[in-house]
């Protein structure tokens, strides 16, 4: 069964922590943020991540998100593989569910989607779309 998912998600405050920086290049950070989701999908993400911070002030990042709580009717978590960038106060995400890590009625889960942020500060909110099939 393929189902699309639509949730707004809004996010604890974090502080991401420096650990590696080179003269002239960009910064390396890691962080770990609860996420919540509101919608199709709603529950909480626990998200490990890591940053480079360009010069420019630009940045890429990538995670690991273990979303727990319901989509739809069918309660259980799921990971997600985040792969991102912000630029110009827009951060734009693709998602990918991490095969084999649905749990309870959420196991089988598998599909990917994309998230959207116009404001992506400490009070910011993400648009999330998910196209999901169920094993």
């Not at 920086?21 to 890591?50: K, Q, W």
Request: with cysteine; glycine share 18%.
């Amino acid at each position: 069964m393929e189902t699309s998912a639509t949730s707004v998600m809004t996010w604890d405050a974090w502080a991401p922590q420096p650990f590696s920086e080179a003269e002239g290049g960009p910064a390396l950070f890691r962080g770990s943020v609860v996420n919540h989701y509101r919608g199709d999908v709603d529950g909480r993400g626990t998200l490990e991540c890591l940053i480079s911070i360009g010069t420019d002030g630009t940045s890429g990042f990538t995670g690991l998100e273990r979303v727990e709580g319901r989509i739809g009717d069918r309660k259980g978590s799921f990971v997600l593989r985040i792969e991102g960038a912000t630029a110009a106060g827009r951060a734009e995400a693709a998602l990918t569910v991490v095969p084999g890590s649905g749990t309870g009625e959420l196991a089988g889960v598998a599909g990917g989607g994309r998230y959207v942020c116009e404001n992506p500060g400490p009070d910011g909110h993400s648009d999330v779309e998910l196209d999901l099939t169920f094993g």
